[in-house]
């Protein structure tokens, strides 16, 4: 046996350990090569000892070579083996349709969309459909036909962002009140709607301010609808979402376009009305704004649609602010953490 011998040994006992495909096969190819009764390696050892003195170094060189090789290998194929599934060789195509699947990261709701899927919920048990409006308004829609003429010391509170160059003329909605209009003109009562979505007035951001927040806004027109209908509905559903311990009041209020128009306080649910930092010790939190809509603003709406003579019918509105109420429910002193994407932040609410 010569140091050629055995290398290409050494070389044929990599091949077939790279070519095991499970243990069992490994272990047969470890007792042919390293094996002490027989094993190939081992028959090199004898050569070895029978060797004439000036071939042994030359031949120990190699044989060690050969054998601390195949063994690296045997260890490594053998982790491999164990690695991989069931020990069948990786390079075979395996399949299992019954394996499980490694988790797939599952997203979850914004706590601001989450309340108004909550909100709709509620009102679609009440009998709302929920419809959407743009972003995009322009004046009439915003501000006029909501009984806002220009100039009018309302719009103070409303100064928002106009856009420039050719979409001249449009801006972004200050609430959601212009889907009221959106709905009328497109068609006759009866119907129930709630329309959320984002709004935006030109704010500084602090704290509790940001250039861009949410509302949602309720409208129900219909015959002989009554500031009576209004008052069961905002209690009814203010119950619903907040729990039924909660009690609403109503205040003597101003919007354009309603009348009378009233806002809305409901018991403080998360101290039952003792007092607490959330109520700011006073038992009661102001939520919502609402009323009778405005005879004037179904006369705007009536030269398009005639269902719309505020001698036959009449409705009530509501529109209230989302992003307080997540604020307040959860604990987050800044409006900006809704809106940072931050998700050290969002994923506490998963
Ligand atoms: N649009 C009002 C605002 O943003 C809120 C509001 C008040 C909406 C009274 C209504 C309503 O529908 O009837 O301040």
Redesign the pocket.
């Known amino acids: 046996m010569t140091e050629g011998d055995l290398q290409a040994l050494g070389e044929q006992a990599l091949e077939e350990i790279a070519g095991a495909v499970d243990q069992d096969q490994l272990e047969r190819v470890r007792l042919k090569y390293l094996g002490r009764h027989g094993g190939l390696i081992s028959l090199g050892a004898q050569a070895l000892a029978q060797a004439a003195p000036e071939q042994r170094a030359g031949l120990g060189r190699a044989f060690n070579a050969a054998k601390e090789a195949t063994e690296a290998a045997l260890a490594r194929r053998l982790g491999e083996l164990r690695a991989s599934r069931r020990g069948i060789d990786q390079a075979e195509e395996w399949l299992d349709l019954t394996y499980p699947t490694s988790p797939l990261p599952r997203g979850h709701q914004h706590p601001v969309a989450r309340l108004i899927r909550e909100i709709e919920d509620i009102g679609r048990a009440l009998g709302y459909e929920s419809v959407r409006g743009p972003e995009v308004e322009d004046d009439q829609y915003n501000f006029e036909l909501?009984n806002l003429p220009p100039d009018h010391p309302a719009r103070d509170?409303?100064d928002t962002f106009y856009l420039a160059g050719p979409a001249q003329g449009w801006l972004l909605r200050?609430?959601?009140?212009p889907v009221?209009l959106r709905t009328m003109m497109a068609g006759p009562p009866p119907y129930r709607i709630l329309a959320p979505g984002r709004?935006y007035r030109r704010d500084n951001p602090d704290p509790t301010h940001n250039p861009m927040f949410h509302?949602v806004?309720?409208?129900c027109v219909d015959t002989n609808i009554t500031f009576g209908d209004l008052k069961g509905t905002l209690d009814f559903a203010m119950k619903a979402f907040f729990g039924s311990s909660v009690k609403t009041r109503f205040f003597p209020?101003f919007?354009p376009?309603?009348e009378p128009?009233a806002d809305v306080q409901i018991s403080c649910p998360f101290c039952g009305g003792s007092g607490c930092r959330k109520c700011k010790y006073s038992g009661w939190i102001e939520l919502?704004?609402?009323?009778m809509?405005d005879p004037a603003v179904f006369g705007f709406v009536q030269g398009k649609q005639p269902g719309y003579d505020p001698k036959k019918i009449s409705g009530?509105?509501?529109?209230?602010?989302i992003d307080r109420i997540a604020m307040m429910k959860y604990g987050i002193g800044d409006i900006g953490l809704l809106y940072s994407g931050d998700l050290r932040f969002l994923e506490q609410f998963a």
């Not at 919502?288 to 009323?291: E, F, R, S």
């Not at 009530?316 to 602010?321: H, R």
């Open positions: 909501l509170t409303h200050t609430h959601t009140s009221q709004v509302q806004e309720g409208l209020s919007f376009f309603t128009s919502l704004g609402c009323g809509v009530f509105a509501f529109g209230m602010g």
